[in-house]
C-alpha cells in the first residue's frame, strides 16, 4: 500500500542524508579542516518549510531550547496522527495552516514575539507560492526572497540554504561558534577565511561546528537574530 509513496521517500532520504555528495571532492577542497572526517555530509532536509521554521526558531537560543520550542509549535498546532510510535502523533504544521495564525497564538507557546511574527510572514510566503523552499528552488531568488521577509537576515537564510536547498556553499556568516573555532576572528575575518573553501562552505561550516561540539560540553550555543 505504500509503494506509490516509495519514489517520493527515497528522493526525501537521499536529500536529508546528502547522498549525492562526493566525500573526496569535498575532503580534498577542504583540506585539514576534513582530515579526521572526510565523510561527514550535511543534513539535508524532507521538508523545507520545517527546516526554515526551525531556523527562525533557533535564532539566539540554545538547541535545547530551539527544540522545545518546535515541539510545543508541533503539538499545538499540527495534525494528530496514529502511528506505532508513542513519541511520533503530530504532522509538522503546514505552510498554510500556520499562515493563518494570529502571531500570538505563537508567542503564547513561548516564542518570541518577533519570531512569532516571523513564522507568520514565512509561512505566508510560502503558501501563497512567493517562496520556493523545496530541492530545485532557485538560489539566488530564494535567499532574496528570505531576507526580504521580516526576521530573516543573511545568517538564517544561508542556514536554510544550508539544509533546505541543499547548497554546498552556504555560509553563515557572522555565526558566534565559527568565528571562536576559527580563533575568535570578526565576522570579516571568518569569511575571508572560508575562500579558501570554496566551493565547500557548507561542509567547512559542519566540521567547524563539530569540532566546536567536540571541544566544549555547553549546550547553550546561540545564533544571531536578524535584526
Known sequence: GLQRALPAVLAGVGRLCDLSCDPQAVAQGLGSLAEDAPGLRVPGAIDGFEVAVRAILGQQVSVKAAHTLAGRLVEAFGEPVTT???????????????????PAALAALGIVTSRAQALVHLARAVAAGTLDLGPCADLDATLARLQSLPGIGPWTAQYIALRALGWPDAWPSGDVVLRKALGGVTSGQADALAQAWRPWRSYATLHLWRQAAAATTATAITRPESP
Open 84 to 102: 506505532p510510535f508513542s513519541a511520533l502523533h503530530h504532522l509538522f504544521p503546514t505552510p498554510a495552516h500556520v499562515a493563518r495564525l494570529d
